[in-house]
């Protein structure tokens, strides 16, 4: 296949991913866009590689993260699209130098998949790990391996199962080509990878996926805003109000008998953009609600500090004590909440200055310690909002001793897009990666309560005020991935480094040109021809 058809082929491959996240969630469509991508790739070389990466990415990228631009407009969007479709395009010019020899290497495409995407959620300014191929896979039997290795390892399985079927689909094309297709054929090298490829895919299956537990009511506020968009916030006294008003609701549900009493109550990022240490109104509204609740009350708010700057804070309120703990967000979003850089990209778009203030980066992970109505003890690790999507923040607060995980997200500057369903999966894999329960609770929604396998339950609408609220079992037990931390990735940093240098020393041997994209498939049908005539 000519080099312009196989950079085509790049592009439905990137379009296919898309299928694998929400709201289509086609899991399956994952390995099967990398099965293309590795067969489309596979002898191009670095450069051609490179612009086949980059295609497969603005085709995944550009629909996929259409909700940045909901808003904000199609720059700032089209500009984040770009810059990650560039970290596959690192991928493709790395494996397509990999295998210029013309033949699928399923390893090393592996390898080069899970670095570029450890790559791509690191940098720049801290990285956007957002749509990590395993955030697609809540459903699938590939998913449940999150819990031996994290995100890192699932995405190395699917491109690895990716690679196995595209060596299968390039040895069924050169052993027709070659004429063998038919009752003779040797059918052992075509079956061999795609039979490894189907273990790899239900491997997941023998993964245990625990959900025993001494449990806890939790109870989640989704009390909505007065209307979707950026300034959503401009009646913040109205998202506070819809916050305790069916905080109350919910309470006298408690008391008519009709509901059980909440260990602990969760309030959404931002349900207090008044600062409630400063304001006393909003203090005022606060304290009354864990005082008719007599129970804690977790709050998402933004204060006004340090001097000049904005925190996003996750407040612990207890009753007859007021707050008791804090958490900052540790990983603010660039140019969200801070305008890295400001004077450089003002020459780009006068638009960095709607965020007037920069927030503030947390110092510390954030585990909030309550007493539940029963005695238990419930260590609650917080994340708000992205975060969620970084492997690290959530690791740490696991590791610092976390039995439940808190999620409090703000989704109404995204409106009715799939940044919500996407957010809710990233924490249903979570959920399977640490073996914890994940309150996961939204302003405008989707809020709903996880259990440690991974099933979503009351998952709310969008933009309607509502409630989520049940038992959820705490646990203590850690998973593989969680003791393993990044060791997944560093070794799969080590193994590429080794591959590349071995490469590059076994290309110094060679005489002659490198074969040509269009013409790999010949180059290995012969060999196999010959092979096959030697034996």
């Given at each position: 296949m000519n080099p312009v058809r196989r950079l085509l082929v790049s592009l439905i491959a990137g379009g296919l991913l898309c299928l694998a996240f929400p709201t289509f969630d086609v899991w399956v469509a994952a390995p099967l866009s990398l099965t293309l991508l590795a067969w489309a790739v596979t002898g191009l070389g670095a450069g051609r590689g490179?612009?086949?990466?980059?295609?497969?990415?603005?085709?995944?990228?550009?629909?996929?993260?259409?909700?940045?631009?909901?808003?904000?407009?199609?720059?700032?969007?089209?500009?984040?699209?770009?810059?990650?479709?560039?970290?596959?395009?690192?991928?493709?010019?790395?494996?397509?130098?990999?295998?210029?020899?013309?033949?699928?290497?399923?390893?090393?495409?592996?390898?080069?998949?899970?670095?570029?995407?450890?790559?791509?959620?690191?940098?720049?300014?801290g990285g956007f790990p957002w749509l990590k191929l395993a955030f697609s896979q809540a459903d699938s039997p590939v998913g449940r391996l999150v819990a031996l290795g994290g995100a890192p390892f699932v995405g190395f399985v699917l491109a690895l199962l990716g690679g196995l079927l595209a060596l299968a689909v390039q040895r069924l094309l050169a052993s027709r080509r070659a004429g063998s297709l038919g009752a003779g054929m040797p059918w052992g090298p075509v079956a061999l990878p795609v039979a490894a490829a189907l273990v790899l895919g239900v491997a997941g299956l023998a993964v245990p996926l625990p959900t025993d537990g001494q449990a806890a009511q939790f109870l989640g506020v989704?009390?909505?805003?007065?209307?979707?968009?950026?300034?959503?916030?401009?009646?913040?006294?109205?998202?506070?109000?819809?916050h305790v008003a069916a905080t109350w609701q919910a309470q006298t549900d408690i008391e008519a008998g009709l509901a059980p009493t909440p260990d602990l109550v969760v309030w959404p990022e931002n349900a207090s953009d008044?600062?409630?240490?400063?304001?006393?109104?909003?203090?005022?509204?606060?304290?009354?609600?864990?005082?008719?609740?007599?129970?804690?009350?977790?709050?998402?708010?933004?204060?006004?500090?340090?001097?000049?700057?904005?925190?996003?804070?996750?407040?612990?309120?207890?009753p007859g004590q007021g707050i008791t703990d804090r958490y900052v967000k540790r990983h603010p979003v660039p140019f969200a909440e801070y305008i890295p850089n400001r004077s450089f990209f003002r020459?780009?778009?006068?638009?960095?200055?709607?965020?007037?203030?920069?927030?503030?980066?947390?110092?510390?992970?954030?585990?909030?310690?309550?007493?539940?109505?029963?005695?238990?003890?419930?260590?609650?690790?917080?994340?708000?909002?992205?975060?969620?999507?970084?492997?690290?923040?959530m690791r740490d607060a696991v590791q610092a001793g976390a039995n439940v995980l808190l999620v409090q997200t703000n989704n109404a500057t995204f409106g009715y897009t799939a940044e919500s369903p996407q957010q809710l999966a990233i924490s249903r894999v979570r959920a399977m990666e640490f073996g914890r329960s994940v309150v996961h609770v939204s302003t405008v929604g989707q809020?709903?309560?996880?259990?440690?396998?991974?099933?979503?339950?009351?998952?709310?609408?969008?933009?309607?005020?509502?409630?989520?609220?049940?038992?959820?079992?705490?646990?203590?037990?850690?998973?593989?991935?969680?003791?393993?931390?990044?060791?997944?990735?560093?070794?799969?940093?080590?193994?590429l480094a080794l591959l590349l240098v071995l490469q590059a020393r076994g290309g110094t041997h060679r005489s002659?040109?490198?074969?040509?994209?269009?013409?790999?498939?010949?180059?290995?049908?012969?060999?196999?021809?010959?092979d096959r005539d030697a034996a």
């Open positions: 490179l612009l086949a990466g980059v295609l497969f990415g603005l085709a995944f990228f550009v629909p996929t993260l259409s909700w940045s631009g909901i808003y904000v407009g199609a720059l700032p969007w089209l500009a984040l699209a770009t810059l990650e479709s560039l970290f596959i395009g690192i991928a493709g010019a790395l494996y397509g130098w990999l295998s210029r020899a013309g033949r699928v290497r399923p390893l090393a495409f592996a390898l080069v998949w899970v670095v570029t995407e450890g790559f791509r959620a690191r940098a720049p300014y989704q009390g909505n805003v007065p209307k979707a968009g950026l300034d959503f916030n401009a009646q913040r006294r109205a998202v506070l109000d819809n008044i600062d409630p240490v400063r304001n006393a109104d909003a203090r005022d509204e606060i304290a009354a609600t864990v005082t008719r609740l007599g129970r804690p009350l977790v709050v998402g708010g933004l204060l006004e500090e340090p001097p000049g700057m904005v925190s996003n804070v996750s407040l612990l309120y207890e020459m780009f778009s006068a638009e960095v200055d709607r965020v007037s203030r920069d927030f503030v980066a947390g110092p510390s992970v954030g585990v909030f310690d309550v007493t539940g109505t029963a005695g238990q003890q419930i260590r609650a690790g917080v994340a708000i909002c992205f975060e969620v999507a970084y492997d690290d923040i809020s709903a309560l996880i259990t440690p396998d991974g099933t979503a339950h009351q998952v709310t609408a969008l933009f309607t005020q509502a409630l989520v609220r049940g038992a959820l079992p705490l646990r203590d037990a850690t998973t593989v991935a969680t003791r393993l931390g990044e060791a997944p990735e560093w070794a799969a940093a080590a193994a002659g040109p490198a074969p040509r994209a269009d013409d790999s498939e010949d180059s290995t049908e012969d060999k196999e021809a010959h």
